[in-house]
Structure formats: C-alpha cells, structure tokens
C-alpha cells in the first residue's frame, strides 16, 4: 500500500509525492514531531482509497476506481532557505506517521468542517479534482487496491507545534482527530 499525493510548495508550483504505508497515522493516535527536525508545515487533504487496480486512468473513468474518500492531514518537515533541491523535498515529504488520515465514507469530501485549535478553518477548494489527481498519479505509477491517492486544499500551510489540535467534522461526527505531541 503506498500513498500518491498532490501538493504545492512554496514556489506556488504543483508537486506529486508518494509516502510508504508507514506513513498512514490512522485510529486518532497522536502525532509526534519526529527527531530529525521541528518545523512541520500541515497541510489539509482529502484521500482518496483506490477499489481496483489500474495505470494510465483516463480523467473521465477515474471515478470507477474508488468509492471512499476521508478527510486527511499531510504532514511535512519545513524547508529551510535554499534547500529546495530535489533530495531535501523527498526527505521533508516522505517519513513515518506524516499523514493522519480520517474515517471513510461515500462522498465525503463535500461537506467537511475543518478545526485546528478550535478555530474553523475556511477550505473551499482543492488543489486538484480527485478525479484528474487519480489520472496524473497513475499515469506514473500503477494503482492498486488499497492504495490511496491524496490532495491538499489550496491554502498556505499551517506551522505546528506541540499541543495542537487538528479536528474535521461530518454532520456534527468526528471523522479525524489529531493532536501533536
């Protein structure tokens, strides 16, 4: 199982990256900054679960290829000035427990209220519809079942600390909750 995402980074250009599954933070665990630094970026997502393989999907049948969707949290270690090559973005992208994904439900990406701290956070659109997301992905890498392709809210990412909260709700029920330890 892997996750494929879409996100932007600082340049304001679209990015793809793939996390392992040792990535997934699932079961409202908390999440730890990890060792090796503590300046994480988070950036709201939605995931996608992949019900059948496939490669090279055609945008227009992508969505015969998942049927569940939940909110998500894509974490990532903050660049530091001039770091912007290549082995730096894998690095600050890809480690363990640096995505906490929610519960999945049919259609669940419509109507989600968003919390960091308590406070509502104001998402409208994502950066890619799940459907193209799907198409780019697999045009380089071959999706199986359980895989889950991710993409974050266009939206500047939120600095973390110890103690935050991050909580996403569907009709008044928890479907994410994430503390930072």
Known sequence: ??????????????????????ALLVNRKPFFLPHFTEQIDAHPAVVARIDRMGRCIAEKF?????????????FNARLKEGEDTLDCLT????????MAVGSFAEN???????????????????LEDMNKAIAEVSSYVTLRTGDMVAVDYVS??????RNDEFSVKSDSEDILFCRIK
């Open 62 to 74: 992508a969505g015969r290829y998942y049927s569940l969707t939940a909110p998500a949290i894509n």
């Open 156 to 161: 500047e990412p939120l600095e973390i600390s």
């Open 108 to 126: 669940n990406k419509e109507k989600l209220e968003w919390y960091y701290n308590g406070i509502t956070l104001s998402l409208h659109t994502l």
């Open 91 to 98: 690095k600050s992208f890809v480690f363990d427990n640096s």
């Open 1 to 22: 199982m892997k996750i494929a995402g879409l996100t932007y980074i600082s340049s304001g250009k679209q990015m793809m990256y793939l996390k392992p599954d040792t």
